[in-house]
């Protein structure tokens, strides 16, 4: 086949319909990558780890922009894909720091992101991954739990079920008591 003879990707799609794909993409990215690293960072306390986790839950994204762009919140899809890397990737170092924990004391850490009471962050930190991720989003994000739910993989009732433990372990942790309302 000649060079003339041959289609390539560049000449089924007009360059103006490639130009505007690229440009709503890259609105997009600019607009929500910011508020996905915050959220993932809350998973997983590594503000380095987070920025990997959501350009690698974008480039997912990006990779199938075309169809993904016509949903009605394309935002949600791309934190959901974060959130489930994020919880893999919590459990993960879990593991890997208690292996690691057991050889040595661990440093203190600067996550690069201060709240008003530490004691909360740590609290926070000792959640198992999935109730980490309910905390943050309904809490802190101030997600509706349906939002949540859908976002880390489970049914609206048992986000309400892992809010609710959740809550009980940092009241415990802080010492502080907590009622049995969680909306």
């Keep these: 086949m000649s060079p003339s003879t041959r289609s390539t990707m560049m000449d089924v799609v007009p360059m103006s319909s490639r130009r505007r794909r690229h440009d709503d993409y890259r609105d997009f990215f600019v607009g929500r990558y910011p508020q996905v690293v915050r959220t993932v960072w809350f998973v997983v306390h590594d503000w380095a780890v987070a920025e990997e986790v959501a350009q690698d839950a974008f480039l997912e994204l990006y990779r199938d922009w075309s169809r993904l762009r016509e949903f009605d919140r394309p935002d949600l899809w791309v934190r959901r894909v974060a959130i489930r890397r994020a919880q893999r990737e919590a459990a993960r170092r879990m ?70 433990h959740a809550r009980k372990r940092l009241a415990a942790a802080l010492t502080l008591e907590v009622d049995d309302d969680v909306r």
Excluded: N, W
Excluded at 98 to 110: G, K, N, R, S, T
């Design 95 to 164: 593991k890997r720091e208690a292996v690691e924990q057991a050889a040595a004391d661990p440093a203190p850490v600067d996550d690069g992101i201060r709240l008003l009471d530490p004691d909360l962050v740590a609290a926070i930190r000792d959640l198992p991954a999935r109730q980490r991720a309910v905390v943050v989003l309904y809490y802190l994000e101030d997600l509706p739990m349906a939002e949540v739910a859908d976002l880390v993989g489970c049914s609206t009732s048992t986000g309400f079920v892992h809010l609710h």
